[in-house]
């Protein structure tokens, strides 16, 4: 099975996830805005076991607009963004694509939230564009 690896900017927090994402997507939502400071954020899920943290990380918890309670974690040395979890997607960890060592090892299947897209920021156009988060 394939490893993957990733993680801060400064190196504080490494991380190692088993196999492929199992999805990943980017998300144009307003609080991926922010915590970004760009205009969308690209990520891949896996399964909260096949993925293992080494430092610390901080996490920043807000409500969603569907209601739950997203968690977004960081390195507290250098604010790299690093994983995120809801209970939309129980039982996963989704990592931030720009933190693996290889970003070009996920492909995002969907633009999310395109009721908040910025008009300068573009995507494959082959790629559904929903206006929010679709069912799970
Ligand atoms: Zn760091
Ligand atoms: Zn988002």
């Known amino acids: 099975m394939s490893k993957l690896t990733g993680g801060c900017q400064c190196g504080a927090v490494r991380y ?6 199992a999805f990943a997507a980017h998300c144009q939502c307003l609080d991926c805005k922010k915590s970004s400071g760009a205009g969308h954020v690209t990520a ?3 399964q909260e076991s096949a ?21 977004r974690d960081f390195c ?12 939309t997607f129980a039982g996963m960890v989704l990592l931030m694509a720009g933190s693996l060592d290889d970003p070009s090892q996920i492909t995002p299947g ?15 156009p082959a790629l559904p564009r929903p206006p929010g988060m679709p069912p799970q």
Not at 57 to 68: F, I, M, Q
Not at 110 to 124: I, N, R, S, V
């Open 16 to 21: 190692e996830a088993d196999g492929p994402a």
């Open 44 to 46: 891949g899920g896996w």
């Open 51 to 71: 993925v293992k943290f080494t430092g610390q990380l901080k996490t920043y918890a807000s409500k969603a607009d569907s209601g739950v309670t997203a968690r």
């Open 76 to 87: 507290p040395e250098c604010g790299g963004r690093i994983a995120f979890r809801s209970d």
């Open 110 to 124: 969907a633009a999310l939230y395109e009721k908040h897209h910025a008009t300068w920021d573009h995507f494959d």
